[in-house]
């Protein structure tokens, strides 16, 4: 009677944690290239009563066994990496991908992490950086005098620009982006971005629309790939899930009650 109270307590966990996890994605709603995240199940330890296939008789075996679990935890939260809506800013600097594949741009401490938030700016140094001043890489730096409107980015990430007192473009340089076998595997570090892992293998660099790479879309931002709909069902679901461990300890709890009163 008492494994019952720890099943529907593990029951309640777990979806406790379904719930942080789907609060997680409403909240990114509007967050730029953002990939919404599943969290999967599993069921934990049985205790085995009796084996299936016991001989009954000489000449019989008993077909079911008898087995109880122990309730289920969380076994992995799982980023969905399905394509987001474009949404047109005619920002210049802004860039859209179409298809699976991340920019890359360097940490503070030299790493790389990896993104899909082509809200681009241009810093100081006249160099292409995302929204938190991270350079991208290959590094991109525009002429003193280039022209901010005559910016151009193509679907294969050429990056040309007009400057001043000319009509003709120059080449300052080329986004290129990144692949992974395993883009599942990534790591989530915050900022809209992702580090590789042992699970998510090598990023395959290479040039956008090309090789199974991404296309890159000028003044376009991916939007997040949360749908509020579907996130407030699952949050009922989740909710529903909840409530009925939470029952079942009450009921294990009133169950207890009345065995621990029959002697009076």
Do not use: C
């Amino acid at each position: 009677m008492v494994r019952s109270l720890w099943t529907a307590a593990s029951g309640m966990t777990g979806q406790q944690f379904n719930i942080d996890n789907i609060s997680n994605n409403l909240s990114n709603v509007n967050t730029t290239g953002y990939k919404k995240s599943r969290a999967d199940f599993e069921d934990l330890l049985y205790q085995t009563m009796r084996l299936a296939g016991t001989p009954a008789t000489e000449d019989t075996v008993i077909p079911t066994g008898i087995q109880v679990g122990h309730g289920s935890r969380p076994a992995a939260t799982q980023k969905m990496f399905m394509q987001g809506s474009l949404q047109n800013t005619g920002n210049k600097l802004d860039v859209a991908l179409e298809g699976e594949g991340f920019f890359r741009v360097i940490m503070p401490d030299s790493t790389l992490a990896y993104t899909r938030d082509g809200s681009f700016k241009i810093d100081a140094n006249g160099q292409i950086v995302n929204s938190n001043g991270l350079k991208v890489t290959p590094e991109i730096i525009f002429p003193d005098n280039f022209k901010f409107n005559e910016i151009s980015i193509s679907q294969e990430g050429l990056v040309t620009v007009k400057t001043a007192g000319s009509d003709e473009s120059v080449e300052v340089g080329q986004i290129n982006t990144y692949r992974f076998i395993n883009q599942a595997g990534l790591s989530s570090v915050g900022g809209n971005l992702y580090k590789v892992t042992e699970a998510s293998g090598a990023a395959i660099e290479g040039m956008p629309g090309r090789a199974g790479q991404p296309k890159i879309h000028q003044g376009f931002l991916e939007m997040s790939n949360v749908q509020v709909v579907e996130e407030m069902v699952n949050m009922i679901v989740a909710q529903r899930a909840y409530e009925l461990n939470s029952k079942a300890v009450i009921t294990t709890d009133s169950m207890l009650a009345t065995a621990i009163n029959l002697k009076r």
